[in-house]
């Protein structure tokens, strides 16, 4: 069996902070292999604080510049002192993870804490893709996936799943003055932006801004699903699991008449596993590789596909080049013998 590359005791921290804080990743990730569970829950351990030293501290600025401190000292091999932060370390350099995702990550991070509002729908793809498409690639490298429509599909997982976030999350963060919703879907709905903050109250003009992210969502659940068939074989369970899970939490919204106002959705621990257990449907099909990446995700993708080794000759290449080797060592015998040929005859 291989030596653990993190500490058992750094990954035991890892795992008790998920499992009161992150229930829903904690449970698709128990249907991953150990191999990649590991790791997995060390890296989602990291973003986990990453993102509540911004939502929870009292200096927004002053946890940035700590972050980006953190993340130089985990890619210089000498991480801060800490659980968590030695598990990522250790899990980034064993995988070659590339720090321009981690960083973005922290971009994403930065533009809460500036309060940041997003124009219209592209604009908040931008930011979904950097606290959560960038999730959905490392997340992918830990795997061992190298196909780069696998990894586009990946990042549009992260991406839906943080939409589903942010419809279920309204009324909370809009309680906190935090906006996500887009701005020019508000003013088509007649919802003042100010307005809405300074009371924010459910009605069907709101309800109709939550169901077309949720609609958004639903898009990019079936575009990242054929990437799942594309997965290592015992990743698939745990993937299709939470990608069920998270749209089962988009689903309870709709039920409601997407209240997420007056109410937080949730999905129960029975539920959970129920879904878990339905989630081998399309884990063997689908075909990621006609659909387009997100232009919101391409900066990951470029620095996922650069970290990785170039891609081996499929099985009809390598043939073909057997056969070119082949014939060049025939014709180089040949040659050889003709020469021989030439010699003997001079010498008689």
Known sequence: MPRPFINPADLAACRALLCSGSRSFFAASLLLPRRVRDPATALYAFCRVADDAIDLGDDPHAALLQLHARLDAAYAGAPADGAIDRAFAATVQHFKIPRALP????????????????????????????????????????????????????????????????????????????????????????????????????????????????????????????????????????????????????????????????????????????????ATAGMFGGDPGHIPALPANLFLLLAAEASLPPPEPNAFIKLMNMFERLERAQRDAAAAARRDTTAEGRLA
Request: with cysteine.
């Open 103 to 278: 960083a973005a990550l922290i971009e994403g991070l930065a533009w809460d804490a500036a309060g940041r509002r997003y124009e219209n729908f592209p604009a908040l793809l931008d930011y979904a893709a950097r606290v959560a498409g960038a999730v959905g690639v490392m997340m992918a490298l830990v795997m061992g996936v190298k196909d780069a429509a696998a990894l586009a599909r990946a990042a549009d997982l992260g991406v839906a799943m943080q939409l589903t976030n942010i419809a279920r999350d309204v009324g909370e963060d809009a309680a906190a003055g935090r906006l996500f919703l887009p701005l020019d879907w508000l003013a088509q709905a007649g919802i003042a932006p100010e307005d809405f903050l300074a009371a924010p109250e459910f009605n069907p003009a709101v309800a109709g801004v939550i169901q077309r992210l949720l609609l958004e969502a639903a898009s990019l659940y079936a575009r990242a699903a054929p990437g799942i068939a594309r997965l290592p074989l015992g990743c698939r369970p745990g993937i299709a699991a939470a990608a069920k899970i998270y749209a089962a939490i988009g689903a309870q919204v709709a039920a409601v008449g997407h209240d997420s106002i007056t109410r937080r959705a949730r999905v129960s621990g029975r539920r959970k596993i129920a879904l878990a257990c339905a």
